[in-house]
């Protein structure tokens, strides 16, 4: 058994064969799916997804840092009605991100802290979303005198950072399809990092891993991380399976 613990099925690149998507994941022994959800605008599909799977998908709550705009006051508002009213499996996808634009890094950093205190209130983990800004994250992770427990979501940084991680916060790390990158270094990374520390995750439709890299990711592709995964461990892919599911029931908490 497999989980892809990290993937926006619900996405318009999967509008017209959803079904056979999920279908092929479970065939190829992918279980069950988390939904992060990004802002207002994902989560009246992301809900009915789940409606229609309620044994395979599970939501998130939370809001994306890329989202954080002008209006977040208002998206923050909407996200946490949800939270007090509704059942989810974690606050995300939150964080801080970088990349592309840093009109509201500060606004960013105050949204993420934000919505940890949000995880501590409800007693759910947090899905964290770190790009070019692993400092700062980590700044303001180490500030809290407790956390809830947590996945650093598409983990990309060198091992030092994933040591900084595990020892301070002791969340996993999830590990997708930039694992299988010929120069990410990725590999590199986690190589000394026990399974214990891991999860698996698509980020679909987004980082398919080789040889599908620069299409439409899929959960059912999870195995070809599981595998070079079980490479890079010198381990089989069960017991990548089995590890990387007991971690996830760990963080997410579910019978």
Not at 16 to 36: Q, R, T, W
Request: charged share 25%; aromatic share 12%.
């Amino acid at each position: 058994m497999f989980i892809d613990t990290h993937t926006h099925l619900y996405a318009e690149e999967f509008i017209s064969d959803i079904d056979e998507v999920i279908k092929k994941a479970i065939n190829a022994g992918v279980e069950k799916f988390f939904l992060p959800n990004i802002d207002a605008s994902s989560i009246d599909v992301m809900h009915a997804l789940c409606n229609k799977y309620p044994v395979q998908c599970f939501p998130m709550m939370g809001l994306h840092p890329c989202s954080v705009k002008e209006n977040y006051l208002e998206e923050l508002a909407t996200a946490y009605n949800l939270l007090k009213t509704k059942k989810y499996l974690a606050v995300g996808e939150i964080g801080i991100d970088l990349y592309w634009d840093k009109t509201f890094y500060t606004q960013q950093a105050d949204v993420f802290t934000q919505q940890i205190n949000w995880a501590l209130e409800f007693d759910l983990p947090i899905v964290i979303h770190c790009r070019s800004a692993f400092d700062k994250i980590y700044e303001i992770l180490t500030g809290f005198k407790k956390l809830p427990k947590g996945i650093f979501h598409c983990f990309s940084g060198n091992e030092e950072q994933a040591n900084k991680i595990i020892e301070a916060t002791n969340f996993k790390l999830g590990i997708g399809g930039v694992l299988t990158f010929k120069n990410s270094g990725l590999d590199k990374a986690i190589a000394n990092i026990d399974l214990k520390h891991l999860v698996l995750e698509t980020d679909s439709p987004y980082l398919a891993p080789i040889p599908y890299r620069g299409k439409r990711n899929e959960s059912s592709y999870i195995r070809i991380i599981a595998a070079k995964l079980a490479e890079v461990k010198n381990c089989s892919i069960s017991d990548v399976g089995n590890i990387t599911t007991a971690n996830a029931k760990e963080v997410f908490g579910w019978d």
